[in-house]
């Protein structure tokens, strides 16, 4: 039996995804961030999926000590074997306004790409292991996309979309970076491009206006359902499919601009170094958290 990891997994692509797993056998560790909707979450799993085999973390991944504990937790799950099959990064967000993390960083940056830097980082032996898979949920908005190298964070003329679409970009890089450095370690890493997706993702912490346009424009989207087949898919294949970003269960076109090794380089020592950690080799070690990039 397969174990997978899967952030968001409380509503839209997350929960679909996890649901999708279980019914296809595997053992599903689902990630939320308020323990009522975990609950609902695992609840509508079990009610639906017989004999799932499903537990619920509840973590704030926007707060990296919620990270690390949330590793400390499925690490203990995953005992005696220490396997992890794979660890799909889809918690995401879009913010309208410039907020920033108990850690100082900017939500759309923490949320959606240094949650699932550092989560990829606390499980990496456990994924070596298993040989294992790491998915991330992408998005075509990465496509013409640039790093804000001056401002990271976007903490002078914050811009919802922009933000948004780097943090998509900086998913693409960190899997393309992944297998470019670890080409050896097994483990092989993804990235999803969902699609327009039918899900509350613009309702949450936008303004009036998003929420409008989201209402309307998100009505055009697929089924959360359809999209959770390419998850099935990428986790099922053996041996692992070729290629980097996924539509539809098929290699898609990504941006040139990802096949990029220094911009990625430097994302991922960034990165690195506003985790406070550094991936060495085969092993893992860190070291006070520090954030004097910025
Ligand atoms: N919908 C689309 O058209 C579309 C298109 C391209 C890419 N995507 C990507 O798909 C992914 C999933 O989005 P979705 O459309 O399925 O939206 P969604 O329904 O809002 O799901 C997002 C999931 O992430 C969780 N989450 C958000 N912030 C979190 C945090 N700080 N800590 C822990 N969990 C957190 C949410 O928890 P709650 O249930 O508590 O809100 C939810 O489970 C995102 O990465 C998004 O960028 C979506």
């Known amino acids: 039996m397969k174990t997978i990891v899967i952030t968001g997994a409380t509503s839209g692509i997350g929960f679909a995804a996890a649901k999708a797993l279980a019914a296809a056998g595997a053992r599903v560790i689902g990630i939320g961030r308020s323990q009522q909707r975990c609950e609902a979450a695992s609840e509508a799993i079990m009610s639906d999926v017989q004999c799932a085999q499903t537990v619920f973390i509840c973590a704030d991944l926007s707060s990296l000590s919620e990270v690390n504990a949330a ?61 294992g898979r790491v998915i991330f949920t992408g998005s075509n908005s990465h496509k013409k996309a640039r790093i804000h190298w001056r401002d990271v964070m976007y903490s002078r003329h914050y811009n919802t979309l922009m933000a ?58 697929v089924s959360p359902e359809y999209v959770a087949k390419t998850y099935v898919y990428l986790v099922s294949q053996d041996p692992a499919p070729d290629g980097l970003y996924f539509h539809a269960c098929r290699p898609a076109a990504y941006d040139k601009h990802v096949d990029n090794e220094q911009e990625a380089k430097r994302l991922f020592e960034l990165s690195e170094r506003l985790c406070g950690i550094r991936f060495v080799g085969s092993a893992v070690h860190g070291f006070a958290n520090s954030n004097n990039m910025l």
């Open 164 to 221: 948004y679409k780097q943090s998509k970009l900086c998913n693409m890089f960190f899997a393309k970076e992944l297998n470019r450095r670890f080409a050896d370690s097994g483990v092989r890493a993804f990235v999803v491009d969902p699609g327009l997706v039918k899900t509350a993702i613009g309702g949450k912490q936008t303004s009036g206006i998003v929420q409008a346009f989201w209402k309307l424009h998100s009505k055009r989207g």
């Open 71 to 131: 590793a400390g937790r499925i690490k203990a799950l995953l005992e005696p074997d220490g396997c992890l099959d794979a660890l799909i990064n889809n918690a995401g967000g879009v913010c309208s306004g410039y907020t920033v993390t108990p850690d100082g960083y900017e939500t759309q940056f923490a949320v959606n790409h240094l949650a699932g830097f550092l989560l990829t980082y606390r499980l990496w032996e456990n994924l070596k292991k298993a040989g």
